[in-house]
C-alpha cells in the first residue's frame, strides 16, 4: 500500500510563488505525477518525475527527491486562473498485478488572491 | 477539452433504479480506468481495462458493474446504489498501462444517490 501526504490548502498572492509539497511511502515507487483540477473540471496532467532533480515547464516546476520520499510543485508568477487543487500521485507496482496503479493524495486546494 | 468525454455530467438517481454512465475517449489510447472522488477523499481507482479486458478490479461491490466494449468506450452500470456512493466518477484512459504512461481524464459524472 501508499501513504501520500499533502496540505489540504494553500493560499497565496496573485504574481508571488508558492510550492506545494508532497511526501510518499511506497514499496515499489514508478513515478509522480502532478495534476491540476478546477471545481467540476477533469483533472489536467501537469507534471512527471522519476528521476531526482527539478523538472521545469513554464510557470510550473515540479521537483523528486526518491530517497526522501519527497515532491514539490512550484508554481511562479501566480494568476488568479490557478486557483485549483493540486493532485499528488505516485505510481508503483503492486507485487503480484500486470499493471502499474496510480495513488493519489487528496490534493491542495489553492486559492489566489489579489 | 481532453478528449475524453463522459455522460452524463449530472445523475440523480433512487436506490432502486438501474442507470449507466458512459466514457468515450479519442485519443486512440488503449487502457481505460474508472474512478470515484469522494469530498474530502483521494481519487479512488475502481477498474482498470487494457485492449478491452479488465485487468484490476479494486475490491469494488458488485452494484458497480463495468463494460468495455472496445478500446474507445467504457462503461460503469450502476444497480441497487447506497446512499454513501454519491460522488463523482471520473474516467481517464492512457496509451497502456505501464508506468510511464500518462492518464488524461474526462470531467466526470456527479452522482446523487436518494
Known amino acids: 500500500g501508499q501513504n501520500i501526504d499533502q496540505p489540504t490548502e494553500m493560499t497565496a498572492t496573485e504574481g508571488a510563488i508558492v510550492q506545494i509539497n508532497c511526501t510518499y511511502q511506497t514499496s515499489g515507487f514508478n513515478g509522480l505525477f502532478w495534476y491540476q483540477q478546477h471545481a467540476g473540471e477533469a483533472p489536467t496532467f501537469l507534471s512527471y518525475?522519476?528521476?531526482?532533480g527539478l523538472e521545469e515547464k513554464g510557470r510550473f516546476s515540479s521537483f523528486l527527491s526518491r530517497s526522501k520520499g519527497y515532491s514539490y510543485l512550484l508554481l511562479k508568477e501566480l494568476q488568479m486562473k490557478d486557483s485549483a487543487s493540486y493532485l499528488c500521485a505516485v505510481r508503483d507496482r503492486e507485487s503480484g498485478a500486470g499493471s502499474y496503479q496510480l495513488t493519489f493524495g487528496k490534493g491542495t486546494k489553492l486559492s489566489v488572491i489579489p | 477539452e481532453t478528449g475524453v468525454t463522459q455522460t452524463p455530467r449530472h445523475l440523480v438517481m433512487g436506490m432502486t433504479n438501474k442507470k449507466s454512465l458512459k466514457c468515450e475517449q479519442h485519443l486512440g489510447h488503449n487502457a481505460m480506468y474508472w474512478y470515484k472522488q469522494s469530498a474530502k477523499k483521494p481519487l479512488e481507482l475502481m477498474f482498470v481495462?487494457?485492449?478491452?479486458?479488465?485487468?484490476e478490479n479494486n475490491s469494488v461491490p458488485s452494484r458497480f458493474s463495468p463494460e468495455c466494449p472496445n478500446s474507445s468506450h467504457l462503461f460503469l452500470h450502476l444497480h441497487t446504489l447506497q446512499p454513501e456512493d454519491s460522488a463523482l466518477y471520473l474516467c481517464?484512459?492512457?496509451?497502456?498501462?505501464?508506468?510511464?504512461?500518462?492518464?488524461?481524464f474526462g470531467a466526470g459524472t456527479r452522482l446523487s444517490v436518494l
Open positions: 518525475n522519476v528521476l531526482d
Open positions: 481495462y487494457n485492449f478491452k479486458e479488465q485487468t
Open positions: 481517464a484512459s492512457s496509451q497502456g498501462p505501464g508506468a510511464e504512461n500518462i492518464q488524461y
